[in-house]
């Protein structure tokens, strides 16, 4: 039996993978008369008169909303809201599992901007942080930026920044076995969708000098007509020698390569013609963008993909738990750059010295040492960049 069908099984025997279970017991008149009416009232009276209370008071202060309109799910596309909800139900059982989070899966039968921003802001004052999910770009990026000016909650697009906070720990991890620096060495990227943008906005954050992108219609420049309002303010930011072609010329001489594309769009000449000691990160799923062994083979040193039967797997698992438990624990009122960035050196230090190699830059998806990292990390930078609440 294949996991397609194992969790078809799975799925119709739970009827769903998430279940609302209380924290206090009701089982006589005293219980109900202090869960409920009339001793309810009394929180109620305080929130009025102090909003903060809400995090006194209720679930609020641990409970984010899994978001999405269904326009990007997984490697499935817009297959639409109700789709949609297995994987939510997934991440919000991810949350639990991982961090201590608790999470609540909510699919928006609609594709219009305006409405998603205004449903989301609606329900805010339930949740103490928002997790926008498999929403297409460039529509995610509206969603986002609106939400986080108009919100006094965390707002984090999950495919896109924990996608570049994981990547980000293996490039600062890879780049100690190649032994460069972060502002020497050349990064192509393929693929500039929601992902793609947010590792090179973050690794750019992290120092990275010299950048070039590229789409299915080849590299990005300024004034391309092709481009959108993020490729073309990304295009302001990268491709410092002016360079335009195609992968293969943007390929040439790179020091690692990012790829959140499309399977098997990377040959092994293209590897070849990169740096010596560099490094491919092929993270198209399931197929990445060159098979693991054919890189290696024509000279990448290290190499990572998004799968979890290869090394170095790029699973944002690893970031967006311990990313919400240090946001939430100080009741952080964004999750800026600062803690994107706090977030991606902490994933790097699990590994210690002894552990790093060619196929051990990043720590396994269930490495227990990974979400309290994080978390502890972001709440310190949340602090020091004065977004925390507490």
């Known amino acids: 039996m294949n996991y397609n069908e194992k969790a078809l099984i799975l799925h119709e025997e739970k009827k769903g993978k998430i279940a609302i279970q209380s924290k206090v017991p009701v089982n006589n008149r005293d219980d109900l008369s202090t869960a409920y009416t009339p001793g309810v009232a009394e929180p109620c009276r305080k929130i009025?008169?102090?909003p903060e209370d809400s995090y006194r008071y209720t679930s609020r202060g641990n409970m984010v909303a899994v978001v999405s309109d269904g326009t990007a799910v997984l490697g499935l596309g817009d297959i639409g809201p109700l789709a949609a909800m297995p994987v939510m139900e997934g991440k919000a059982v991810?949350?639990?599992?991982?961090?201590?989070?608790?999470?609540?899966?909510?699919?928006?039968?609609?594709?219009?901007v305006d409405e998603i921003v205004r449903t989301i802001e609606f329900m805010a004052p339930s949740f103490g942080g928002i997790n926008l999910e498999d929403i297409a770009a460039p529509r995610?990026?509206?969603?986002?930026?609106?939400?986080?000016?108009?919100?006094?909650?965390?707002v984090f697009h999950d495919d896109q920044h924990g996608t570049a906070v994981v990547c980000s720990a293996a490039v600062i991890n890879g780049l100690k076995i190649l032994g460069k620096s972060i502002d020497s060495i050349k990064v192509v990227i393929n693929g500039i969708g929601s992902a793609g943008s947010?590792?090179?906005?973050?690794?750019?954050?992290?120092g990275v000098k010299e950048m070039v992108l590229c789409d299915k219609y080849g590299i990005l420049y300024p004034g391309d007509p092709s481009n959108d309002f993020m490729k073309e303010k990304l295009a302001q930011h990268?491709?410092?020698?002016?360079?335009?072609?195609?992968?293969?010329?943007?390929?040439?001489?790179?020091?690692?390569f990012i790829g959140v594309s499309a399977p098997n769009i990377v040959s092994a000449e293209m590897v070849k013609s990169m740096n010596t000691d560099s490094m491919v990160m092929a993270m198209a799923n399931p197929d990445p963008e060159i098979d693991p062994a054919v890189a290696k083979e024509a000279g990448a040193r290290i190499v990572g993909t998004g799968r979890s039967d290869y090394p170095n797997q790029v699973n944002n698992v690893l970031a967006f738990p311990g990313i919400f438990r240090g946001t939430l624990d100080v009741r952080a009122s964004d999750i800026n750059e600062e803690m994107k960035i706090a977030a991606a050196y902490a994933i790097a230090a699990v590994i210690s010295p002894e552990e790093l190699s060619e196929t051990n830059i990043l720590p396994a998806a269930f490495d227990e040492r990974v979400a309290p990292a994080v978390a502890a990390a972001v709440s310190k930078a949340a602090r020091e960049s004065g977004v925390a609440r507490i």
Do not use: Q, W
């Open 48 to 50: 009025h008169k102090n």
């Open 94 to 112: 991810l949350f639990k599992s991982f961090a201590d989070v608790d999470a609540f899966p909510i699919c928006l039968d609609t594709k219009d």
């Open 140 to 154: 995610c990026y509206e969603i986002e930026n609106r939400l986080r000016k108009s919100l006094d909650i965390p």
């Open 198 to 206: 947010a590792v090179a906005r973050l690794l750019l954050h992290l």
């Open 238 to 256: 990268t491709n410092p020698n002016g360079v335009k072609g195609n992968l293969a010329d943007a390929m040439k001489g790179a020091d690692i």
